[in-house]
């Protein structure tokens, strides 16, 4: 059964950092690893989604990687806003099914 | 169209009241998902329809009932819920049942049961 971790569960830094979140599966055999992001109370934007094969994605200030041989993902924000405050969730992809990580909580300090 | 829309957005109902859940989509996805999601933890697949056929069942509870009456359209009709079934519920598509090309979520719908 897939389990995905997500680390750190929360992280608040200042305005401006550069900053990267950490998504690890225990099934190498996923499809895709998608990333989303959630406002409070609000449904889930999707971010990026990495396919199969590929190895990274990018979108503006946000980077991607996938490493399934290590089963890890990783999530890179750069010069962090406060509007990036949210949480953000990875999710890997099988067959009907996305498992999501735990989370990760960031708040962005003007 | 690159949206999924629910309705409504919030709905408080009584343990006796039956009350429907919508979920519709423009963009020619042909698989459908429900999920339930408690405050401060990760979606729960509940449901997949995939080409208009349920294909996944995680052992929800019979008070909740989804249908899929065409592939833009999927229901969640809710009958004799608890308090404890209060939560978000998500509705997400995806263009296979594979998830070839991501998912799409909606905004969700906050449930209170009372």
């Known amino acids: 059964k897939q389990e995905v971790t997500q680390i750190p569960a929360a992280l608040s830094v200042p305005e401006g950092e550069n900053l990267v979140l950490n998504c690890s599966f225990t099934d190498s055999a996923i499809y895709n690893l998608q990333w989303f992001r959630q406002d409070p109370g609000k449904g889930l934007t999707s971010l990026l989604l990495?396919?199969?094969?590929?190895r990274e994605q990018t979108s503006g200030r946000l980077n991607a990687s996938l490493d399934k041989s290590s089963g890890r993902s990783t999530l890179y924000i750069a010069a962090s806003q406060p509007g990036d405050s949210a949480t953000y969730l990875c999710?890997?992809?099988?067959?009907?099914?996305?498992?999501f990580g735990t989370g990760t909580r960031l708040l962005v300090s003007p | 169209d690159t949206e999924v829309t629910q309705t409504p957005k919030h709905l408080v109902m009584g343990m006796t009241n039956k009350k429907s859940l919508k979920c519709e989509q423009h963009?020619?996805?042909?698989?459908m998902y429900w999920y339930k999601q408690k405050a401060k933890k990760p979606p729960e697949l509940m449901f997949v329809y995939s080409y208009e056929k349920l294909s996944i069942n995680e052992s929800v509870p019979s008070r909740f009932s989804p249908e899929c009456p065409n592939s833009s359209l999927l229901n969640l009709h809710l009958h004799a819920l608890q308090p404890e079934d209060s939560a978000l519920y998500l509705c997400?598509?995806?263009?296979?049942?594979?998830?070839?090309?991501?998912?799409?979520f909606g905004s969700g719908t906050r449930l209170t049961v009372v």
């Open positions: 997400a598509s995806s263009q296979d049942g594979a998830g070839s090309y991501g998912y799409t």
């Open positions: 963009m020619g996805h042909r698989a």
């Open positions: 990495i396919q199969s094969s590929q």
């Open positions: 999710a890997s992809t099988g067959f009907q099914k996305l498992v």
